[in-house]
């Protein structure tokens, strides 16, 4: 078995050829992991987070009629949140995985316009000035965070909202600290180079990202979540299947019987119990 070192030296090398071969992970690779995880994503993730989503939802300046835009839907919870409470709404809801897709279809039930495709390409297709509200939850991140905003900047009408949750640059501390220890251990099976996510550090860098893009008034938020597990099966299940590593599943495969069993065995090595999710949110209008 290779030492530590040598499988850091391993895991450089690596990184820098696959990095100047622009062998890449491709937002294709992210939306199959987001099938990989959909059956369990609600249960594992969304049941604890949705009330945050609602908490941003809510600060939405919601008329009784609009056209609506529902980028990276997912299993489709802000749909279903925004028609209970005004049914009139026509919503357009856009997501890159099938998997999520089929979710979001059970839950809406022909409610919501749903489309497969990814939110620049959807967004690039939209004319100026299309939809009152958009909203964004969990996902901007996925593609070049000022590309996305200026486009909801252009298809948004004047006077209409932007409604954006989403990770801080400092969320899951553990999972990273334990990420950066798998791929050093598997540092031989990687066949793709997943490139850091674009996250903003705080609610004032999201406020700078909103105003870069040209929207005029912008309210920004920042919250934390900690996850608790009775077990640390539990915690390596959370961790493999809730899509916290969207994309970086292609570099180390979470699937892996021997994978799962080096994540337990670190979270005991670093006496982990519990994972960190810190996030920010903000209302953005046009
Ligand atoms: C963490 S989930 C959030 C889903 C939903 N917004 C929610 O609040 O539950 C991230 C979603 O982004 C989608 N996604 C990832 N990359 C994408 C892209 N480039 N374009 C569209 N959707 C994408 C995934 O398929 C997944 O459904």
New binding site residues.
């Given amino acids: 078995m290779w030492g530590i070192k040598m499988g850091r030296i391993h895991l450089y090398y690596k990184v820098l050829k696959y990095y100047i071969l622009g062998n890449i992970v491709t937002?294709g690779d992210?939306?199959n992991?987001?099938?990989r995880v959909?059956g369990g994503?609600?249960e594992q993730?969304?049941n604890t987070?949705?009330k945050y989503?609602v908490v941003m939802l809510s600060q939405l300046n919601l008329p009784k009629e609009a056209r609506v835009l529902?980028?990276?839907?997912?299993?489709?919870?802000?749909s279903e949140w925004l028609l209970s409470i005004r049914p009139k709404y026509q919503i357009d809801a856009?997501?890159?995985?099938e998997?999520?897709?089929k979710q979001a279809e059970m839950r809406l039930g022909g409610k919501a316009s749903l489309f497969k495709?990814?939110?620049?390409?959807?967004l690039k297709s939209c004319e100026d000035e299309s939809y009152d509200r958009i909203?964004?939850?969990?996902?901007l991140k996925?593609?070049p965070p000022a590309q996305v905003l200026k486009e909801c900047k252009r298809v948004l009408k004047a006077g209409g909202e932007l409604g954006l949750?989403l990770n801080s640059k400092n969320t899951l501390p553990e999972v990273r600290k334990i990420y950066k220890r798998l791929l050093i251990k598997n540092s031989k099976n990687i066949k793709k180079l997943m490139l850091e996510l674009p996250n903003p550090k705080d609610e004032r860098q999201l406020s700078h990202w909103l105003k870069k893009a040209g929207f005029q008034e912008t309210r920004t938020f920042r919250g934390m979540q900690k996850f608790s597990f009775a077990s640390t099966a539990a915690m390596t299940e959370w961790m493999t299947s809730?899509?916290a590593l969207?994309g970086f599943d292609v570099m180390v495969d979470l699937r892996d019987t021997a994978v799962k069993g080096q994540i337990s065995e670190l979270f005991i090595k670093y006496g982990m119990s519990s994972i960190t999710h810190d996030f920010v949110w903000g209302i953005a209008k046009k």
């Fill in positions: 937002a992210i939306g992991s987001y099938n959909s994503y609600n993730f969304l987070m949705q989503n529902d980028l990276a839907c997912g299993t489709g919870f802000n856009v997501d890159i995985s998997g999520m897709l495709a990814s939110m620049l390409d959807f909203v964004c939850s969990w996902a996925y593609q949750i809730t899509g969207a």
